[in-house]
């Protein structure tokens, strides 16, 4: 027997082994293989889909742009929720925001929820709303507005803010450009002001 002879049937067994010894492999596997437990399938996110089509909403927005007057304002908010129009305003919850000035100041507030007027260009704050200005003042009020093209914000519930002078109590408040200087911004109370003096030591 030659050698050519030997290597045809050994190629020619082969192909009849190594067939049968792949079936015995897939024997085994089917055999051994553990039964699929649906509990132990990859969780997915508990979403109710009726409900986020219903009810659309953004979770952890930011809104950025410069007003009229060139301050930078930045939105930031856990959740919102779009403006239907006139009659269903967007809203927001858990409500960060950052006013930055051209004269350099800077002034940052917190919500727990907001009602954002799209077309009027304005979004108001509610829930207890808490307001730091880099000249150190802290304001506390109920609810107040802030306009989104413009730096102008009033709260038109009783404040209360803490500051280098002391503490300052008011039936009103309004932070917007001075008209007479409009590279300046003013911070004016109103309406039973109390001023708590606290001399500088």
Request: charged content about 20%; glycine content about 8%; hydrophobic content about 40%.
């Amino acid at each position: 027997m030659t050698a050519q002879d030997t290597h045809t049937r050994l190629i020619a067994w082969l192909k009849i082994v190594f067939p049968l010894m792949a079936l015995a492999i897939l024997s085994t596997l089917f055999l051994v293989a553990r039964g699929v437990d649906p509990e132990d399938a990859i969780p997915y996110a508990e979403v109710d889909v009726e409900d986020r089509l219903r009810e659309p909403r953004m979770v952890e927005p930011t809104y950025s742009g410069v007003t009229a007057d060139g301050a930078a304002l930045t939105l930031s908010a856990q959740e919102a929720r779009p403006d239907k129009g006139a009659d269903s305003p967007g809203n927001a919850k858990a409500l960060t925001g950052t006013l930055e000035t051209p004269d350099g100041a800077r002034t940052e507030l917190v919500a727990a929820k907001a009602s954002i007027d799209g077309s009027g260009r304005k979004i108001t704050l509610s829930g207890g709303v808490e307001i730091a200005t880099s000249s150190g003042w802290t304001l506390q009020s109920e609810s107040l507005t802030a306009a989104m093209d413009k730096t102008d914000i009033e709260a038109t519930t009783p404040v209360t803010a803490t500051g280098p002078a002391g503490t300052v109590s008011a039936n009103t408040m309004r932070l917007s450009q001075n008209p007479s200087q409009p590279d300046r911004y003013v911070l004016v109370f109103n309406g039973a002001v109390k001023l708590i003096y606290v001399p500088v030591n």
